[in-house]
C-alpha cells in the first residue's frame, strides 16, 4: 500500500477544523444562497457592500478561541459564489472587502492572526461565480480570472496550508482547466493541501490527480477504494441546516452529537471541518461558540489520541473503535452510563466488559483517560481477543464517547 505524502500526514495530525462561512449575505441571516434563491438582484445585492462594515471581526481573538477549543487549522471563505471577496483583489474587480464599509483586507488579518497563533490556515475558494458574467459568456476568460484570484491568495498572505474549492459540481461537463490551476499553487505554494469538494452527490469521488482529498460532505467518510496515490479523507458539517447565519434556523446539533460525529470521522481516519456562520459584523453566534467549548472539553479527555490516533483493524461492537498512537491503543467507547444515576439512565448497556477483537501486543495496563481509572483486563493471545471492565462514569460525569487507553508492555 502506497504512504501518504508528507503533506497529507500532517494534514490528518490537523484532524479538526473550524469552516467559517462569512460574507455579504450574513447581512440578510439566510444563509448563503440566499442571494440565488430569493432572485435578488444584482445591483441590489451589490449594494449590501456599503453596510458591510466587519466591526467586531477580531482575527486574533477569533483564532486564539478555536486554538482553546481543540481546533488545528481554519478555513474561511475568502470568495464564495456570489462573488464577493474577503481579500484585496488588487484591481481585478472592486467587489471586495476593502472597496465595503469595512474598508480592510480582512484575510490579511486573519493570516496574520493564524500565523501568530500557530494555526494552518486555509482558504475556501469558490469556482463557480454568479456575479462575473464571463462565467456564463465565456468561460476560458472565467478561468483566467479565478486563477488570478487564486494566485493573490497563494502570494500574499504568506504560506497557505490548505486550498478548498466549491463549486465544479456546477458545471460538472466544462473543461476547467485544472491542470493549470492546480499547477500555479504548486508552484506558489508547493506543500498546500488542495481539496475539491465533491458535492453531497458524489461523497468520496475521486477528482484531478493533484487533488489531496477525498470530500464526504455531510457524511461520515467510508473507506473508498482509491488505486494510485494514496488520499486523505475529510468530512465537512455544518452546525445547523445552513453554512452562512441563518436567523431563523434553529436546527442546531447538539454538543453530544457533534463529538459522536468528530468520534466517527477520526474511527473512519478522517478529518472533520465542521462550520459556523458567523454574524455580519464578524462576531459569533452564541449557541454555536458554546457547543463548540463543550466540544472542546471534551477533546481535552481525549489527549492527543484524537489527533494522532490512526485507525486500526481491530474490531469492536458496535459503535466503538480503536486507534493506535505510537505504541499504545486508544478505544472509543459509547453509550457509558453513570453510576448511581439510574433514574436518568438510557436502556442501553455501556458499562460492563468490553471485547476487542484482533491482534494486539502484550498489554500492561488499561485505564480511562479522563480520570486514570485503571480496568480489569484479560488477554488471549491465541484467540486474540481482549477484554476489558468498562466502568461506570462517577456520578457528575459523562462526556459522551469515553476513551481508554490500552498501554504495551515496554
Not at 478529518?271 to 455580519?280: E, K, R, S, V
Request: hydrophobic content about 35%; aromatic content about 12%.
Amino acid at each position: 500500500m502506497n504512504e501518504l505524502p508528507v503533506r497529507l500526514r500532517a494534514y490528518e495530525d490537523l484532524a479538526y477544523g473550524l469552516f467559517l462561512h462569512w460574507g455579504l449575505y450574513s447581512q440578510i441571516e439566510s444563509g448563503e444562497w440566499v442571494r440565488k434563491y430569493r432572485e435578488i438582484p444584482k445591483e441590489e445585492y451589490a449594494a449590501l457592500a456599503s453596510s458591510f462594515t466587519a466591526k467586531h471581526f477580531d482575527a486574533r481573538r477569533l483564532v486564539q478561541w478555536a486554538k482553546q477549543v481543540g481546533f488545528r487549522y481554519i478555513c474561511l471563505t475568502t470568495r464564495h459564489h456570489d462573488g464577493f471577496s474577503l481579500y484585496d483583489t488588487r484591481g481585478l474587480n472592486d467587489f471586495d472587502a476593502p472597496h465595503s464599509a469595512a474598508r480592510r483586507d480582512l484575510v490579511a488579518e486573519f493570516a496574520a492572526a493564524c500565523h501568530d497563533e500557530g494555526l494552518a490556515m486555509f482558504f475556501y475558494h469558490t469556482t463557480l461565480d454568479w456575479l462575473v458574467e464571463s462565467f456564463r459568456k465565456d468561460f476560458p476568460a472565467y478561468l483566467e480570472y479565478l486563477r488570478n484570484s487564486v494566485e493573490i491568495l497563494c502570494t500574499q498572505y504568506g504560506k497557505v496550508a490548505g486550498l478548498w474549492f466549491d463549486g465544479n459540481w456546477a458545471c460538472p461537463e466544462a473543461d476547467w482547466e485544472e491542470d493549470r490551476l492546480y499547477g500555479l499553487i504548486r508552484k506558489h505554494q508547493p506543500d498546500c493541501v488542495i481539496i475539491n469538494n465533491s458535492s453531497v452527490k458524489a461523497r468520496g469521488a475521486r477528482g484531478h490527480p493533484e487533488v489531496d482529498v477525498l470530500t464526504f460532505e455531510q457524511g461520515v467518510p467510508t473507506q473508498v477504494a482509491s488505486p494510485g496515490r494514496c488520499l486523505a479523507r475529510e468530512m465537512c458539517e455544518t452546525i445547523n441546516s445552513h453554512w452562512g447565519t441563518a436567523s431563523l434556523d434553529l436546527s442546531h446539533k447538539s454538543p453530544a452529537g457533534l463529538i459522536t460525529t468528530l468520534a466517527a470521522c477520526r474511527g473512519a481516519g478522517a478529518n472533520l471541518l465542521l462550520n459556523i456562520g458567523p454574524h455580519a459584523d464578524g462576531s459569533l453566534p452564541d449557541y454555536e461558540k458554546s457547543a463548540l467549548d463543550l466540544v472542546g472539553r471534551w477533546i481535552t479527555h481525549c489527549g492527543s489520541s484524537i489527533y494522532r490516533g490512526r485507525p486500526t483493524s481491530l474490531v469492536c461492537r458496535g459503535q466503538d473503535f480503536v486507534l493506535q498512537e505510537d505504541m499504545d491503543y486508544f478505544c472509543f467507547v459509547h453509550h457509558i452510563p453513570i453510576s448511581g444515576n439510574l433514574h436518568l439512565q438510557s436502556n442501553e448497556p455501556g458499562s460492563g466488559l468490553k471485547t476487542i477483537q484482533g491482534k494486539l501486543p502484550r498489554i500492561a495496563r488499561v485505564c480511562w483517560t479522563d480520570n486514570g481509572e485503571s480496568l480489569g483486563f484479560c488477554q488471549d493471545h491465541e484467540k486474540q481477543m481482549f477484554t476489558f471492565d468498562a466502568t461506570p462514569f462517577p456520578y457528575g460525569r459523562e462526556t459522551i464517547v469515553r476513551v481508554a487507553r490500552l498501554e504495551v508492555a515496554s
